[in-house]
């Protein structure tokens, strides 16, 4: 997992096998020998510290003293591998102490390595450059992808049952009352910078619903209608892979599929 995340690691470390581990375990089976830190390949100066725990339960006087321990080595990550579980008040300790992201893991969950798995599809970490060109590509600002815009498609997504009854009801509604459909259309027109008329607005409305639901590479494809907003199909950071590789809010991946039950495409997803 650190080897997929960029960090150094030894090729001997990742040719060990079981019992060659057993070997190196079984005279002094101390969970303390399994701690160790590595840095990022790329920048020496980003360092990540990997501390196992015991079967205990994790509590605030465990993360206290794992706090005191580390304090002042300057790394940029904490991987903490449990085999207990943690305790909420512990978990919320963890987030009030340290400063720099913190990944807990239980241990039955890197018994497999999801990433080779057979059935994923492949997942590429877009660098700074690439996710440049993609979101300029698409015309998606990176504040838009990362944070205002998910605010929209919650906002519009949450409430769809109820602006697809008032939308209907406005566009059923006598010629007459056309400047009034304006400015009742005006709060969901403003979610598509195509313009309030009746018409773009409806069929944006529906086609964001519709491709949401059907899972689209994107929520909205800019096509006939001019000026219509792109926004980036989104991935938890709690999802199994954005966890697998330490991914934070804001990045985005690049997912190839390649299998006869899904065909060859690319998508791209946004980390929220």
């Not at 060990?16 to 790329?42: N, V």
């Not at 400063?99 to 239980?106: A, E, L, P, S, Y």
């Not at 997504?157 to 602006?163: L, M, Q, T, V």
Request: aromatic share 10%; hydrophobic share 40%; charged share 25%.
């Amino acid at each position: 997992m650190l080897r997929d995340r960029g960090y150094s690691v030894p090729e001997s470390e990742l040719a060990r096998t079981l019992p060659e581990f057993r070997a190196w375990w079984a005279p002094e089976p101390e969970i303390e020998r399994l701690t160790f830190s590595t840095f990022l390949a790329s920048d020496h100066s980003d360092k990540v510290k990997i501390l196992f725990c015991g079967p205990e339960p994790v509590r605030i006087a465990t993360i206290q003293k794992i706090y005191d321990q580390i304090e002042g080595e300057n790394f940029s990550r904490l991987i903490l591998i449990l085999q207990g579980k943690i305790m909420p008040r512990a978990k919320e300790s963890v987030k009030e102490k340290f400063t720099f992201k913190v990944d807990i893991f239980q241990v039955n969950e890197l018994l497999v390595n999801i990433s080779t798995h057979a059935l994923k599809p492949k997942h590429e970490v877009l660098t700074a450059e690439e996710k440049a060109r993609l979101l300029k590509k698409y015309n998606v600002q990176d504040s838009q992808a990362a944070g205002h815009f998910r605010d929209q498609c919650v906002m519009l997504y949450a409430g769809c049952r109820a602006i697809q009854s008032r939308v209907r009801q406005l566009v059923n509604s006598p010629v007459e009352d056309e400047n009034d459909k304006k400015r009742s259309l005006a709060g969901v027109a403003s979610f598509f910078p195509s313009g309030n008329d009746i018409a773009s607005c409806y069929v944006n409305y529906v086609a964001f619903f519709l491709l949401h639901r059907a899972g689209c590479h994107y929520f909205l494809h800019r096509t006939a209608w001019s000026g219509c907003c792109l926004l980036l199909p989104r991935m938890l950071e709690t999802d199994p892979v954005a966890r697998y590789y330490g991914l934070g809010k804001g990045t985005v991946l690049k997912v190839t599929y390649d299998s006869e039950l899904t065909g060859n495409h690319v998508t791209y997803r946004c980390i929220f």
